[in-house]
Nanobody
């Protein structure tokens, strides 16, 4: 019954910015973990940015200083602001949340960064 829907992906030039959103069908307070992953063909999913209900915020070294994760409880939306994008950031970006016993994934949104 939990749905996660990403939006905001697209094509941008290197050095540009993009804002991704993940809309949850239930309150974000339900989750103990919220994060963004990305995946390219032939590669395993990489955790890009996340935070837990305990307040911890984590970023992959490759995006630290460029990406910012956020949440808006009123709109039940998880955001990912991406700046200074480079072609290595090209991937499908997926929203991930975890409750006590379940894990949920969005369908993903494509981000393509051209050189």
């Amino acid at each position: 019954q939990v749905q996660l829907v990403e939006s905001g992906g697209g094509l941008v030039q290197a050095g540009g910015s993009l804002r991704l959103s993940c809309r949850s069908s239930i309150d974000l307070d339900t989750f103990k973990f919220v994060g963004w992953y990305r995946q390219t063909p032939g590669a395993q999913r990489e955790l890009v940015a996340s935070f837990s209900n305990f307040g911890g915020v984590n970023y992959a070294d490759s995006v630290k200083g460029r990406f910012t994760i956020s949440e808006d409880k009123a709109s039940k939306t998880i955001g990912l602001r991406m700046t200074s994008l480079n072609p290595d950031d090209t991937a499908i970006y997926l929203c991930n949340t975890r409750s006590n016993f379940d894990e949920y994934w969005g369908q993903g949104t494509q981000v393509t960064v051209s050189s």
